[in-house]
């Protein structure tokens, strides 16, 4: 028997008179990775990391922000508002419906924020991607906010860092969605041009069309523990190749024996190491 589950959990939804989100979205958080309950307020001092087994679990774009500039403190940066449903898309809602929950549930305006500031006294401009704003797909809004995140480095001569959560590229955008690959592609190379680092700190999970274009052409690729990166589902290419894969594959770990990370950094010493490369590569 689960006592936590079976026994305290019912005795407290019963005091608070039926209110499950409260007790199931506010006072505890399960790990995906061990499946441990963690208590929500000990996982938040955490910097969102499990302390049972060490899973990095998301952490908003403001507290990411927060985290990696010096005395916490950032310049927000707007991102690009562009039509909201350009092609009257509908599965089984509304695009338009989709983008207003997800909105009332981040209280962002599409899926990633922009910051601007100093990371160990060194300029730089930071892109965060929120995988809870529909997965963190990306579309018209987050390719031409990525595109202006890059301009606004090259005029402030700063460093460039984009911090990737990403399901893909955004289906109910179709292939308007597609093209934010190549332009994407086309703002990293105007940076490089500049001669300005780039830097991509993949989180769990990076994948899909993200991967595929903006996330991989770092100068330098962190990674945190454990995060899945990968373009296609593993189930899906082991159907393909007809083949069981390599255990780890496709996580952090796998990526950095095979050359696609160079480092894979521990959430709580992220700041101090991203100041360290910063300072080789900036001076």
């Known amino acids: 028997m689960n006592w ?32 441990k309950m963690l208590y929500t307020t000990d996982l938040k001092n955490n910097l969102m990391v499990c302390s049972d087994c060490d899973f990095h679990l998301k952490l908003n774009n403001k507290d990411r922000l927060l985290l990696l500039f010096d005395n916490n403190k950032y310049e927000e940066v707007s991102l690009v508002q562009v039509k909201d449903d350009p ?4 599965d089984l809602k509304k695009y338009t419906d989709r983008l207003k929950e997800a909105r009332n549930k981040t209280n962002l305006y599409d899926a990633a924020s922009i910051g601007s500031g100093f990371i160990s006294n060194l300029p730089a401009v930071v892109f965060v991607m929120d995988f809870a704003f529909m997965g963190g797909s ?55 041009e500049a001669e300005l680092p780039y830097i991509n700190i993949f989180t769990h999970p990076t994948t899909g069309g993200v991967l595929a274009s903006f996330a991989t052409l770092g100068d330098i690729h962190i990674a945190e523990p454990k995060a899945l990166i990968g373009f296609a589902g593993a189930r899906v290419i082991e159907k393909t190749i007809k083949k069981t894969l390599p255990e780890g594959f496709q996580r952090a770990e796998f990526l950095k024996t095979h050359g696609l990370i160079d480092i894979i950094v521990h959430r709580h010493h992220l700041k101090e190491k991203l100041g360290q490369i910063l300072k080789y590569v900036m001076m």
């Open 4 to 35: 936590l589950k079976d026994i305290v959990t019912p005795k407290i939804k019963s005091f608070l008179g039926g209110r499950e989100s409260s007790v199931n979205d506010t006072l505890w958080t399960k790990c995906p990775f061990c499946e």
């Open 138 to 192: 990306m579309g018209l809004c987050i390719g031409q906010s990525f595109i202006k995140a890059v301009k606004l480095a090259i005029d402030l001569k700063a460093a460039f860092i984009s911090v990737t959560a990403s399901g893909g590229a955004r289906m109910q955008e179709g292939i308007l969605s597609l093209m934010q690959m190549p332009s994407t592609v086309s703002a990293i190379c105007a940076l490089k």
């Open 87 to 90: 092609l009257k898309f509908k």
